[in-house]
């Protein structure tokens, strides 16, 4: 039975706080990436008209070809726009304490900025970088997107 009225979404801006860590899974060969993205919260204080800032970190997520994307493309503090769901999992570490964690699988992930922006700590990016990657290894093995090289206009 489906709910039609729930709905899992996040959608974050921010910037990255390290490359992303790859690992490819042995079974499958599936590649899986990690990464904490940062966002801020600007605001000031009516009472003291004082400036504060505050910097929440999130856990990403990403899988397939989506990883590797991310891999090669994403460096420290590059800014990106993600699309995706919150996922929490539960686990017990090796002195059988229960933990858990919640963090964003990202379905969708946007580059901003201009394609040559550079970081402090991180050198200009690819000039060939693509501005979107939602899986078009996937849409392109379906046998989508054929044959649509043209503009139609």
């Not at 050198?123 to 997107?145: C, L, M, N, R, V």
């Amino acid at each position: 039975m489906s709910d039609f009225n729930s709905l899992n979404k996040v959608i974050l801006l921010g910037r990255l706080g390290q490359k992303p860590e790859l690992r490819v899974l042995p079974q499958g060969d599936r590649s899986v990436a990690h990464f904490s993205l940062a966002t801020n919260e600007r605001w000031t204080s009516p009472k003291t008209n004082e400036p504060t800032e505050r910097t929440e970190w999130h856990k990403i997520v990403v899988w397939g070809k989506q990883a590797e994307f991310c891999d090669r493309y994403l460096d420290k503090g590059r800014q990106i726009l993600i699309e995706g769901r919150l996922q929490t999992r539960s686990w017990q570490d090796k002195d059988g304490n229960k933990r858990s964690t919640t963090e964003i699988v990202a379905q969708s992930i946007v580059l901003i900025g201009g394609r040559r922006e550079e970081t402090s700590e991180a050198g200009p990016y690819p000039d060939k970088a693509p501005a979107e990657f939602p899986g078009e290894a996937e849409t392109a093995a379906a046998g989508e997107g054929e044959g649509d090289d043209e503009v139609p206009f």
